[in-house]
């Protein structure tokens, strides 16, 4: 349905979604906001993103959904905003939490051979 652009479908069994499967809310939250932008109802969008970043604060689809944020805002003329998040993000993805759980990564596939 996504591929297809049949955003509203979409949207519909994506509710269904979120109310039946809670442990996996988070990415259906996510996949809404998705969808909604891709639908090209972006200040819906937006808020979403916003919503699902502060709700989901240590997921790994927060990044992602930061990032969805910033191209947003980007579309909408919002440069300062979208150039805020990204600079937060990458500064994110190179501090010292990030490269140790990196770090970590390696050492457990070194260990697993």
């Not at 891709?38 to 990044?63: K, V």
């Amino acid at each position: 349905m996504l591929q297809d652009g049949n955003y509203s479908d979409a949207l519909e069994i994506i509710h269904v979604f979120q109310k039946e499967a809670k442990d996996e809310s988070g990415f259906w939250d996510y996949l809404e906001a998705r969808t909604v932008q891709r639908s090209g109802r972006m200040d819906h969008a937006l808020e979403l993103y916003q919503d699902f970043a502060i709700e989901n604060a240590g997921s790994s689809w927060a990044a992602k959904a930061r990032f969805y944020q910033a191209e947003v805002l980007a579309e909408q003329g919002g440069w300062e905003a979208a150039e805020q998040i990204w600079a937060e993000e990458v500064a994110r993805l190179r501090g010292p939490e990030r490269q140790r759980e990196l770090a970590q990564i390696y050492l457990n596939l070194a260990a697993e051979k």
